[in-house]
């Protein structure tokens, strides 16, 4: 790999860390607020929400400018949502805010492999990507889960600076401070990332013409023979990624008796599944084999249900590295072939811009669902094994639609078929 893909990588270490990092003390915020159990999902549905929003700007936006400039901006962005916390500003809206920083932040993140690697290496460059970013998730989570245990925020308050009173006094407020600290070290970051040296044409600043391109490229993608597939691929899997990164917890509350700052370890043991997962991907599956995982989002799907079976921690934890696992190893080769298709069909930028609204809709749509299912207080179990059968069920859907479409038309050929 190419020096500048290190440091990209490190950007979004940190930049992802904070992101999850602030999720677990937001929902920690929520508690001492005591509000209702079905406003937590709600959190994610905010930062979900800005990608929808900004869906038709932010690929434009990412093609404007060098992508270093762009992530640093728009990590900024970031800073600010963070820091609206500080000032009470309701964590809904506050994590919505720094969606709006990661929706603009995505496009440049993605969009710059493929202007810096050939497409042979996509695979893998999305397996560390992936693999780096489950890290992340897994840190922090595990980061969030520490900085809200009272006897950690006990001992972070304790620091004294001569002269200067900082104002943090509060437990929420000593973990806004390291999660702000690590926003700013992937600023760092952003700052040296190299200009690829890509040059796109001038981007169109009206909107209603923007959600003409938009609508434009939204359709291509959804046309092409394989970009159909992925794409309906990854909107499943981060639909439904979503609900499990909360389901997982409020599982471990009832069948495991685990608190909130314990359940983020399970989560963290579900992020080391998809992270092994990814790294296995990129070793094993090159691209022009990608379509070939499906079938494990099937079992990925039925291999959920059994959770509902299981009350001890120690089978909890291989149960979910095995169901992360899984999910790595599906979603890494299919996420590539995606980028590959959008990038031989339009810009990096924009066709990144089309699979975020696709995956966020998903997100939005299957957290409502969640929270109302919440909400009319239905039993954990009966979620867990609805969540389940849907994700077997729509993989298997879209299996069938491959099938379909390969019986008229070699549509994997397409995959050897370079922009020109």
């Given at each position: 790999?190419?020096?500048?893909?290190?440091?990209?990588?490190a950007?979004?270490?940190?930049?992802?860390?904070?992101?999850?990092?602030?999720l677990?003390?937001?929902?920690?915020?929520?508690?001492?607020?005591?509000?209702?159990?079905?406003?937590?999902?709600?959190?994610?549905?905010?930062?979900?929400?800005?990608?929808?929003?900004?869906?038709?700007?932010?690929?434009?936006?990412?093609?404007?400018?060098?992508?270093?400039?762009?992530?640093?901006?728009?990590?900024?962005?970031?800073?600010?949502?963070?820091?609206?916390?500080?000032?009470?500003?309701?964590?809904?809206?506050a994590?919505?805010?720094?969606?709006?920083?990661?929706?603009?932040?995505?496009?440049?993140?993605?969009?710059?492999?493929?202007?810096?690697?050939?497409?042979?290496?996509?695979?893998?460059?999305?397996?560390?990507?992936?693999?780096?970013?489950?890290?992340?998730?897994?840190?922090?989570?595990?980061?969030?889960?520490?900085?809200?245990?009272?006897?950690?925020?006990?001992?972070?308050?304790?620091?004294?600076?001569?002269?200067?009173?900082?104002?943090?006094?509060?437990?929420?407020?000593?973990?806004?401070?390291?999660?702000?600290?690590?926003?700013?070290?992937?600023?760092?970051?952003?700052?040296?990332?190299?200009d690829?040296?890509?040059?796109?044409?001038?981007?169109?600043r009206?909107?209603?013409c923007?959600?003409r391109?938009?609508?434009?490229c939204?359709?291509?993608?959804?046309?092409?023979?394989?970009?159909?597939?992925?794409?309906?691929?990854?909107?499943l899997?981060?639909?439904?990624?979503?609900?499990?990164?909360?389901?997982?917890?409020?599982?471990?509350?009832?069948?495991?008796?685990?608190?909130?700052?314990?359940?983020?370890?399970?989560?963290?043991?579900?992020?080391?599944?998809?992270?092994?997962?990814?790294?296995?991907?990129?070793?094993?599956?090159?691209?022009?084999?990608?379509l070939?995982?499906?079938?494990?989002?099937?079992?990925?799907?039925?291999?959920?249900?059994?959770?509902?079976?299981?009350?001890s921690?120690?089978?909890?934890?291989?149960?979910?590295?095995?169901?992360?696992?899984?999910?790595g190893f599906?979603?890494?080769?299919?996420?590539?072939?995606?980028?590959?298709?959008?990038?031989?069909?339009?810009?990096?930028?924009?066709?990144?811009?089309?699979?975020?609204?696709?995956?966020?809709?998903?997100?939005?749509?299957?957290?409502?669902?969640?929270?109302?299912?919440?909400?009319?207080?239905?039993?954990?179990?009966?979620?867990?094994?609805?969540?389940?059968?849907?994700?077997?069920?729509?993989?298997?859907?879209?299996?069938?639609?491959?099938?379909?479409?390969q019986?008229?038309?070699?549509?994997?050929?397409?995959?050897?078929?370079?922009?020109?």
């Amino acid at each position: 790999m190419k020096r500048g893909f290190y440091t990209i990588m490190a950007a979004q270490f940190f930049s992802s860390l904070a992101d999850n990092a602030l999720l677990i003390a937001a929902m920690a915020l929520l508690t001492t607020m005591n509000e209702p159990a079905w406003m937590t999902p709600l959190l994610k549905w905010s930062f979900a929400l800005s990608y929808v929003l900004l869906a038709a700007f932010v690929g434009a936006f990412a093609d404007s400018m060098p992508k270093g400039r762009v992530m640093f901006i728009t990590n900024l962005i970031k800073v600010g949502g963070c820091g609206l916390m500080f000032f009470d500003v309701h964590p809904v809206i506050a994590y919505g805010i720094v969606g709006f920083g990661a929706a603009a932040y995505s496009p440049a993140k993605y969009g710059i492999l493929t202007e810096l690697l050939p497409a042979e290496k996509l695979v893998a460059a999305n397996g560390w990507i992936e693999g780096l970013t489950i890290g992340s998730i897994i840190l922090g989570v595990l980061l969030g889960g520490k900085l809200i245990d009272p006897h950690i925020s006990t001992w972070i308050l304790s620091f004294d600076f001569p002269v200067v009173d900082t104002g943090i006094d509060t437990t929420n407020e000593a973990a806004l401070c390291v999660i702000t600290s690590c926003y700013l070290i992937a600023a760092l970051f952003n700052r040296h990332i190299p200009d690829t040296g890509a040059v796109y044409p001038k981007q169109e600043r009206n909107p209603f013409c923007l959600l003409r391109d938009f609508t434009h490229c939204s359709v291509k993608l959804w046309k092409d023979k394989l970009g159909q597939i992925s794409l309906a691929v990854t909107t499943l899997f981060w639909g439904a990624g979503a609900v499990l990164q909360l389901l997982v917890l409020e599982w471990a509350r009832v069948n495991l008796h685990m608190p909130l700052e314990k359940g983020t370890e399970l989560q963290g043991v579900f992020a080391l599944g998809i992270a092994l997962g990814a790294l296995l991907a990129a070793k094993f599956i090159p691209l022009k084999r990608s379509l070939s995982v499906m079938k494990l989002g099937v079992m990925m799907g039925l291999v959920v249900t059994s959770m509902v079976f299981v009350k001890s921690v120690w089978l909890a934890y291989p149960l979910l590295i095995f169901i992360g696992g899984l999910a790595g190893f599906f979603v890494v080769p299919m996420n590539a072939l995606l980028q590959h298709r959008g990038h031989v069909l339009m810009s990096a930028g924009h066709s990144i811009a089309v699979q975020n609204f696709n995956e966020q809709l998903s997100i939005l749509v299957t957290l409502a669902i969640y929270s109302f299912m919440v909400k009319q207080a239905l039993h954990t179990s009966t979620i867990i094994i609805a969540f389940g059968v849907f994700v077997a069920s729509t993989t298997y859907l879209v299996m069938r639609k491959h099938a379909s479409n390969q019986a008229k038309f070699d549509s994997v050929a397409l995959i050897g078929e370079e922009k020109h």
